[in-house]
């Protein structure tokens, strides 16, 4: 261990993960670093959402799933990790026979490895010999609906190797696998663990660059947003500097998930979790709009025949009826009749031209309940027939 790491180890501690804070910390320190994490645009937002609607609807599948999905369903402690049972498996009939010659370069039986994958997703555990495992464990990778270290950190990641100085690229690289999802970062530490004790057996024959270049085109890997089945310019460009990261995670796999005590300390600083939780999601995937243009929609008792109508039709119809209710009590105070008020005012023209011929002080007294219905926040929840809002 160098003494680089060694350093960095000392002034360290186990991060919990899910941390919001923790996590804003560390996209601060990235900044500082010259990594920034732009913000997903709306684009990337809905090729997301695309992917997760082509993913298997089984509830024993597990190929094609997302990470936390399969962890939340078939989750299985290692020490103090969460991780896939069948990737629990996997590692262990792997470690069973790790003086095995070439793991994850000799290929295995396609066809036995589609049966099993078949098996797995029908809530089957994992069979075969060592080399149909090892392009099991491969399968799972690259069939996730997202990367393990994600589409959205693939530039910060390529970034933050190319830093001039090295103690600079392990901290980033480090930093960055701090913002993953909290299933992706677990399982990201117990890969490169199992990885690394590969590499660290003689009868393996596996280097760590060799290890680095077979699991990178699995792990990290830009966006295809045409969806083509070659592999795209920029993945080619940058495959280097990714296998790279890869390198630097698997020799290094003891810091995956450690906060330095300077991120640590500035997460104290911080706010309530709640708000830090807002903060990062705001940064991460774009403050989202306030609630008063979402609300586009509203199911009222007083709409059209599907129960809805829009935002603008409900505050129209609410900052009615309270006019209508306070010019009752006008007209009940004057000894006039709230019921003739209400059938006067069957148009628009009707009820505008009843408004011009009350006194000054009526007319003012409506002109302040319309701007005061129009401000409010909330909308009056004593209205009946607003039952629920629809939000987009």
């Known amino acids: 261990m160098t003494r680089g790491v060694s350093k960095f180890l000392a002034t360290a501690r186990a991060m919990q993960t899910g941390h919001y804070r923790i996590k804003l910390a560390a ?34 599948a597990v190929f094609g799933v997302p990470l936390d999905v399969v962890v939340s369903r078939q989750g299985l402690e290692c020490g103090s990790l969460l991780v896939p049972r069948c990737l629990a498996q996997i590692a262990s009939m792997i470690r069973n026979e790790i003086n095995t010659e070439g ?26 010999g060592v080399h149909e495992v090892c392009g099991l464990l491969k399968l799972f990778l690259r069939e996730l609906p997202e ?11 390529v970034r933050a190797m190319k830093l001039s100085q ?3 690229r392990l901290e980033a690289v480090m930093l960055l696998c701090l913002v993953l999802p909290e299933a992706n970062l677990s399982t990201l530490r117990f890969l490169m663990k199992l990885v690394h004790d590969i590499i660290h057996t003689p009868g393996s024959l596996m280097t760590t660059f060799n290890m680095a270049a077979i699991f990178t085109p699995n792990i990290l890997k830009p966006e295809d947003v045409d969806q083509s089945t070659t592999t795209s310019e920029v993945e080619l460009t940058n495959h280097g500097t990714c296998v790279n990261v890869v390198e630097l995670l698997i020799e290094h796999h003891e810091l995956i998930g450690v906060v330095p005590l300077h991120v640590q300390r500035v997460a104290l600083e911080m706010g309530s979790e709640e708000q830090a939780r807002v903060d990062y999601m705001a940064r991460s995937f774009g403050r989202q709009r306030s609630w008063w243009p979402r609300m586009t929609r509203k199911r009222v008792g007083f709409a059209s025949r599907n129960q809805t109508v829009s935002y603008s039709t409900a505050s129209s119809l609410l900052r009615g009826q309270s006019l209508l209710n306070v010019d009752h009590d006008l007209q009940n105070n004057r000894g006039g009749s709230g019921r003739h008020v209400l059938a006067a005012w069957s148009t628009d023209s009707d009820r505008h031209n009843h408004l011009n011929n009350e006194s000054s002080d009526t007319h003012s007294a409506h002109s302040a309940l319309s701007t005061r219905s129009r401000t409010d926040r909330p909308l009056p929840s004593s209205i009946s027939g607003l039952d629920s809002f629809i939000l987009y």
Not at 110 to 124: C, L, M, N, T, Y
Request: glycine share 6%; proline share 8%; hydrophobic share 30%.
């Open 166 to 168: 090295p103690r600079h």
């Open 103 to 128: 793991l994850f370069r000799v290929c295995g039986s396609s066809s036995r490895i589609k049966q099993v994958q078949a098996q797995i997703d029908e809530g089957g555990d994992v069979e075969g």
């Open 147 to 157: 990367p393990l270290l994600t589409y959205r950190l693939y530039e910060p990641f």
């Open 27 to 60: 996209l601060q320190h990235m900044a500082a670093l010259g990594v920034p994490l732009r913000t997903m645009s709306p684009q990337e937002k809905k090729r997301m959402e695309k992917r997760l609607k082509r993913c298997p609807r089984s509830q024993t």
